[in-house]
């Protein structure tokens, strides 16, 4: 697959950061042509909706990470008002099931074109095999990802969050368009943290990953956007 630099960034920028001035001293640093930004919990519980509005204003594509998972009605209303905001992209947890998901769906097609991309987390990229037999889950990562990437593709959303290691899977069995949204990134020599599941930007690009979603290498390096640079550069090479 060909990383497209200027029309489609492929890189979406995890903001997880305490201090909203920090966070846009950063993005005043980046391009919208050269990266999208990521928005989750930390962030959108601090600041809140301004704060997305803001970098929506800046022009660039928001990816609005709350994971909503609650009950349809709940759900259908969260992702309406996150379509409100402007964003991109916008995520729910694929274990609400399916009726969750169409709800979902549903709620976002008044908007038509305006709508963002709607897609499905199904396992966390910090998560083993062994942690999901703890919670009852006795398929393999891999197993887990499918089954729930077949149940988000039949409610008809656009794509999963995954980790790079299934996307080779999750293309070879749900096609081309279902969009593969990838946490777990660590360029070669960074450092994992958490996460568990994880490849790095060319390796994930080769598996079918469709977006790579970054944090910690590049918010907590000395220079983030130079870092930016080289890893758009290894994703042309
Ligand atoms: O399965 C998932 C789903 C979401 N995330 C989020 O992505 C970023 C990753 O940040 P790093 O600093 O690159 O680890 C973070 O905001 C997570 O909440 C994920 O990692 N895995």
């Known amino acids: 697959m060909q990383a497209s630099h200027n029309g489609d960034p492929k890189i979406l920028i995890a903001l997880d950061f305490a201090d909203e001035q920090q966070a846009l001293a950063l993005v005043a640093q980046l391009d919208p ?9 930390e962030m959108f519980t601090l600041f809140g909706p301004d704060f997305v509005r803001a970098l929506v204003a800046r022009g660039f594509d928001v990816f609005l990470d709350l994971k909503f998972h609650d009950i349809p009605n709940t759900v259908a209303k969260a992702v309406a ?11 729910v947890h694929a274990s609400g099931g399916p009726r969750m998901m ?5 709620a976002l097609q008044p908007y038509g074109e305006r709508a963002p991309l709607l897609i ?13 037999s703890q919670i009852g889950v006795l398929r393999s990562p891999a197993e887990q990802v499918l089954a729930l990437a077949r149940l988000t ?6 794509g999963v969050v995954c980790s790079a290691q299934e996307a080779s899977l999750l293309k070879a069995e749900l096609g081309p ?5 990838t946490p777990g990134i660590r360029p070669a020599g960074s450092d994992a943290g958490d996460q568990r599941r994880i490849m790095t930007p060319e390796q994930a690009l080769a598996a079918g990953s469709d977006y ?25 090479g």
């Open 33 to 41: 042509s050269q990266c999208r930004l990521k928005v989750g919990k």
């Open 81 to 91: 008002a996150a379509a409100e905001l402007g964003v991109w992209m916008v995520n």
């Open 102 to 106: 169409q709800a979902a769906r549903e």
């Open 120 to 132: 499905a987390v199904t396992v966390l990229t910090s998560m083993t095999g062994d942690e999901l």
């Open 153 to 158: 593709r039949d409610a008809g959303l656009d």
């Open 177 to 181: 368009d279902f969009k593969l949204v």
């Open 212 to 236: 790579l979603v970054i944090g910690r290498p590049i918010t907590q390096a000395a220079e983030p956007a130079a870092v930016l640079a080289a890893i758009n550069a290894g994703l042309h």
